[in-house]
Structure formats: structure tokens, C-alpha cells
């Protein structure tokens, strides 16, 4: 089973990061690619423009993020779901993963949702 690490990607890139795979629609500002150090850039598995700027305007809680966020992973959109074949390809090809993101909170954020959501099988629901 593939063990599924969360990171900002501020932080330096570490070999115990495996395959690191940025989950940011947007590119994160004074990150060069070369310290990115990813294997991939995952934007279309990100939370939509609408639902991101919801949240960060305060229009939403973070259970209710959480909720549409899961509702978007599952949506039947073609862009989402070739980036959920290739988010399972790599869970499949190797032993750990780690999901970049850009946010202040590490607590929570869309690549904690992500990954709790793989984690209880979303990913193995959707096609």
C-alpha cells in the first residue's frame, strides 16, 4: 500500500518525500522548479477557482469545503477525470507519495481533503 504524505512545498524537498506531485491550480510564487523538485503538476484534481476563492473570502467553513471539494473530486468532467487516472497510476507505481500544496494552514487544507478522501477509497470509486 502506497503511504501518502501531505507537504507544503516551502519546505524542502526530502528523498522520504518519494513522489511528489504539486496539488495547486495555481503555481506558487518564489518556488523555481528545480527546488519544486516534483514528478508532477496535478492542477486539474484542485478545487475550482469558484470553491477555492469561497473558502478564502470566507464564504465557507472548512466542513463545507470539504464537502463540495469531495463533490468535485467525484465530478464526471473529463479534465478531472484524466487527473484522477494519473493521480492512481502514480499511487500505484510507487511507495510513497507526497501532495504539495501552497497553503498558510497545514492543518487544513485541499491536499489534506485529498488525501483523506483517497485514503477512505474515493479515488477507487470514481472513474
Not at 502506497?2 to 510564487?29: E, M, Y
Request: charged share 30%; hydrophobic share 45%; proline share 2%.
Amino acid at each position: 500500500m502506497t503511504t501518502i504524505h501531505v507537504k507544503r512545498i516551502r519546505d524542502a524537498a526530502d528523498a522520504s518525500d518519494g513522489t511528489r506531485i504539486l496539488v495547486n491550480r495555481l503555481w506558487p510564487r518564489g518556488i523555481s522548479k528545480e527546488r519544486a523538485a516534483l514528478t508532477m503538476w496535478l492542477k486539474e484534481i484542485t478545487p475550482s477557482n469558484e470553491l477555492r476563492k469561497a473558502y478564502h473570502g470566507g464564504e465557507l467553513d472548512a466542513d463545507a469545503f470539504a464537502a463540495a471539494y469531495r463533490g468535485e473530486l467525484e465530478a464526471d468532467d473529463e479534465a478531472r477525470a484524466e487527473a484522477r487516472v494519473e493521480l492512481r497510476r502514480l499511487l500505484a507505481e510507487h511507495e510513497t507519495v507526497t501532495l504539495l500544496f501552497d497553503a498558510a494552514n497545514t492543518e487544513f487544507n485541499h491536499a489534506t481533503v485529498l488525501r483523506e478522501w483517497i485514503l477512505e477509497g474515493g479515488l477507487d470509486a470514481t472513474r
